[in-house]
């Protein structure tokens, strides 16, 4: 029955997972889970690991990604994916939730809640999507305290901190492979390259920097949607789909709710629904079932 009520792995031997994939040279793919649901999902379509978008978060309640969601909400949904499954799973911290002693408790509550690693940017506060126009970096010295105090209050040395600069759509892509240089030197673990041109500046990057990196194939973005071969073959270590889950399912779930309204009936977009039976499945339905029947096998004295 291993892992039917939590994750069957524990939270270190999922971090120790994490490592080793980033040390494996191989590409990692971890698209966005916006609930354990899904995440069961990723699993089994089999992904190397989960992401969480802290866009998808805040969507998924309602709110525009401008750095309006607190640690616990964040702690707690990502906590609930984390134990969804066996992947390890990171969390995007945005920008820490806080001044760099607020990172810090903020890495200190996402390891309690089980997640594999964060990612911590250098935009200022409040932040700003990525991928949009008019965001504000800290300076470097700043951001270098902000990871310093993160790293500082990690107690599983293999809790990823991976640091994200923001800084290519503001101060240029030599500016950013920079922050990135001083940010491995702070401690980071893993560089988010985030908001890059073309192709050549993730090679750019995957030249000058001497850490794992991960990208961000977020639709309608600044980056054109670039395949898993073609990050295999200039060695990135990481990509991340973070939103994608919410779109497909909000794409979905918009033109389905526009037909039932016209049509005044759901039969026309079951083929699009998940089917209870195959909901079923990924809920291990059946296998609670026999834990429930294995539990309660008494009979009453005198049977
Ligand atoms: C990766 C990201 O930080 C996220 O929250 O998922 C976003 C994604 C997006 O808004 O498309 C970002 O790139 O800023
Ligand atoms: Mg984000």
């Not at 998808?56 to 525009?64: R, Y």
């Not at 030599?174 to 940010?183: E, F």
């Not at 295999?232 to 779109?247: E, F, M």
Request: proline content about 3%.
């Amino acid at each position: 029955m291993s892992g039917l009520f939590s994750s069957g792995l524990s939270d270190a031997d999922k971090r120790r997972a994490l490592r080793a994939g980033l040390a494996s040279g191989d590409l990692q793919r971890w698209p966005g889970a916006f609930s354990p649901l899904v995440a069961k999902i990723v699993a089994d379509a089999g992904f190397e690991g989960v992401y969480v978008s802290g866009a998808a978060l805040s969507a998924d309640l309602g709110l525009p990604d401008i750095g309006l969601t607190t640690l616990t909400e964040v702690a707690a949904r990502g906590g609930a994916i984390a134990r969804a499954t066996d992947l390890p799973t990171l969390i995007d911290a945005d920008t820490g939730f806080g001044e760099p002693m607020s990172a810090a408790r903020t890495v200190a509550v996402l390891e309690d809640a089980g997640l594999a690693g964060c990612h911590l940017e250098d935009q200022v506060n409040p932040k700003r999507c990525g991928h949009l126009d008019g965001k504000e970096v800290v300076g470097v010295r700043e951001m270098v305290r902000r990871l310093g105090a993160a790293v500082s209050a990690r107690r599983d040395e293999n809790f990823v901190i991976c640091a994200r600069t923001d800084a290519r759509g503001v101060e240029g892509l030599d500016a950013a492979i920079s922050r990135a240089k001083d940010y491995v030197a702070a401690g980071a673990d893993l560089i988010f390259t985030e908001a890059l041109a073309d192709l050549d500046e993730f090679k750019r990057f995957r030249d000058e920097v001497d850490a794992p990196l991960l990208a961000n194939m977020t639709e309608f973005g600044k980056s054109d949607l670039f395949t898993a071969d073609e990050f295999r073959a200039i060695g990135y270590n990481v990509v991340i789909y973070p939103v994608t889950t919410l779109r497909l399912a909000m794409g979905a779930v918009e033109s389905g709710l526009r037909k039932i309204a016209a049509d005044g009936t759901q039969a026309g977009v079951l083929d699009g629904m998940q089917h209870r039976a195959r909901l079923y499945e990924f809920l291990r339905y059946a296998d609670y079932n026999d834990f429930d029947s294995s539990i309660f096998t008494y009979t009453r004295a005198g049977e």
